[in-house]
């Protein structure tokens, strides 16, 4: 499994190029975890976010990509810290190329020593 972080995925859409090669391949991330609200009438998805900071700590801004389970998503912990291995798919919605992990497993896991993403 390719190690990724939330930022790196996320920042994979849009260009054509680099979502050819990623498409379908086997991801491991770490990231905290909460309801997905958009696109979700189905309830299998949940959305998986970390803080990215471009400057300093005062301007930290969520990167979050969602999460898709094969049936409805599992208990979770709001704002929880989760591993989740899966697949990375591409898609368009309200017009727009989403990153999308089609969850293979998601644990717990202990908050990571940089919670923070630079």
């Known amino acids: 499994n390719f190690m990724l972080d939330v930022p ?3 920042y994979t859409a849009g ?6 090669v990623m498409e379908g391949i ?5 990231a905290q975890v909460m309801e997905e609200k958009t696109n ?8 998986l976010f970390r803080l990215f900071v471009e400057c ?23 704002m929880g ?5 899966g697949k990375i798919h591409y898609a368009t ?8 992990i089609q ?3 998601m644990e717990a896991t202990a908050e990571p020593m940089d919670m923070m993403l630079y």
């Open 8 to 10: 790196q995925i996320f």
């Open 15 to 20: 260009d054509d190029e680099l979502m050819k």
């Open 26 to 30: 086997p991801v491991e991330t770490t």
């Open 40 to 47: 979700n009438a189905a309830g299998k998805r949940l959305k």
């Open 56 to 78: 300093c700590a005062a301007d930290a801004r969520p990167l979050s990509i969602p999460i898709e389970f094969a049936s409805s998503a599992p208990k979770y912990e709001e």
């Open 81 to 85: 810290w989760v591993k989740v291995i």
């Open 93 to 100: 919605e309200d017009g727009n190329v989403v990153p999308l």
């Open 103 to 105: 969850v293979q497993s």
